[in-house]
């Protein structure tokens, strides 16, 4: 599976972005989605996490009530909705496949990853 993210831009802090990530090359359905994020000298990490069909879903809990994770599975494509946006959301943001939600959530054996798209969160 190939995946392509969009949606990463500029904005000030309260703000509201929403990111897209589309899937071809394998069947969508099959795989769990997450996002990830990664800020200068700091490690990747799990911002969210969706199970197949949407009904499961997992959050970092720095984002927890600010950021949600959908899918459409008929459009190949999951979304992360980014309200409320803080200067420390600042990084580039990735979104990745995964064979189970536990695959996502420790972000180990995962299929594939986005090339990334850059959110930056002014004052």
């Known amino acids: 599976v190939l995946l392509q993210a969009s949606g990463g831009g500029l904005v000030q802090a309260g703000g509201s972005l929403r990111l897209s990530c589309e899937a071809s090359?394998?069947?969508?359905?099959?795989?769990?989605m997450g996002w990830f994020r990664q800020a200068p000298g700091k490690e990747r990490e799990l911002v969210a996490g969706?199970?197949?069909?949407?009904?499961?879903?997992y959050y970092a809990e720095v984002v927890k009530g600010r950021f949600t994770v959908t899918r459409d599975n008929a459009k190949n494509t999951v979304y992360l909705q980014m309200n409320s946006l803080k200067l420390e959301d600042t990084a580039v943001y990735y979104c990745?496949?995964?064979?189970?939600?536990?695959?996502?959530?420790?972000?180990?054996?995962?299929?594939?990853w986005g090339q990334g798209t850059q959110v930056t969160v002014s004052s």
């Open positions: 990745a496949a995964g064979p189970t939600m536990g695959a996502i959530i420790k972000m180990d054996a995962l299929d594939a």
């Open positions: 090359g394998g069947t969508f359905e099959d795989y769990a």
């Open positions: 969706i199970g197949f069909s949407g009904g499961t879903t």
